[in-house]
């Protein structure tokens, strides 16, 4: 499962990479956005359909690797919050590597709240996809049907009156195997 996790990220990772530092080349570009939410702001003000088109873009542009990135660690039994910080840190930190590499782009520009906007999209396709699947994978990993014996008590046979009897098997160097009732207790 990990090595099919690190495949997915490094792949999804190339296509993030090829959408996102293409040259756009247009007459003009604006400044570079280092006020948070200014583009936000900016998105809310043309109107509910534009602006959700262009919020939802930002926030699932890297969200993917919500996902991907705690299956390509592989780890099952990790905490939820470390897992999530990890997460959400690596996410961030991608952002911020897209964002620079952008700036040396024609047409793209640094956006801090494509920052805001693609962090967010990991932290909440983790939240809301990994806990689910981890919780899964334990139950499914589990063993089924465990009886788990306290310390010093000897399981018991089926029944009561008796102790269990195991079967040994008994070798003599002139004859055959022969299996041999054992009448001693089971775990005794």
Do not use: C
């Amino acid at each position: 499962m990990r090595a099919a996790g690190l495949l997915l990220t490094a792949a999804y990772l190339a296509f993030a990479a090829w959408v996102l530092l293409r040259p756009h080349y247009v007459p003009w570009v604006p400044s570079p956005n280092l006020r948070p939410f200014g583009t936000i702001r900016a998105d809310l003000a043309m109107g509910p359909g534009q602006a959700a088109r262009r919020l939802l873009a930002g926030l699932g542009l890297l969200a993917p690797l919500g996902i991907l990135l705690p299956t390509a660690g592989g780890r099952v039994d990790t905490s939820g919050v470390a897992s999530f910080v990890r997460t959400v840190f690596a996410g961030l930190m991608v952002s911020i590597s897209v964002e620079f590499s952008q700036t040396m782009v024609p047409g793209q520009l640094f956006d801090v709240d494509a920052l805001i906007l693609n962090t967010t999209g990991v932290a909440l396709a983790h939240l809301l996809v990994v806990p689910a699947v981890r919780r899964h994978l334990r139950r499914r990993g589990a063993p089924q049907g465990r009886v788990d014996i306290p310390r010093g008590e000897a399981p018991r046979s089926n029944r009561a009156d008796r102790p269990a009897t195991v079967a040994r098997t008994v070798t003599d160097p002139k004859g055959p195997l022969l299996p041999q009732p054992d009448h001693r207790p089971v775990g005794g």
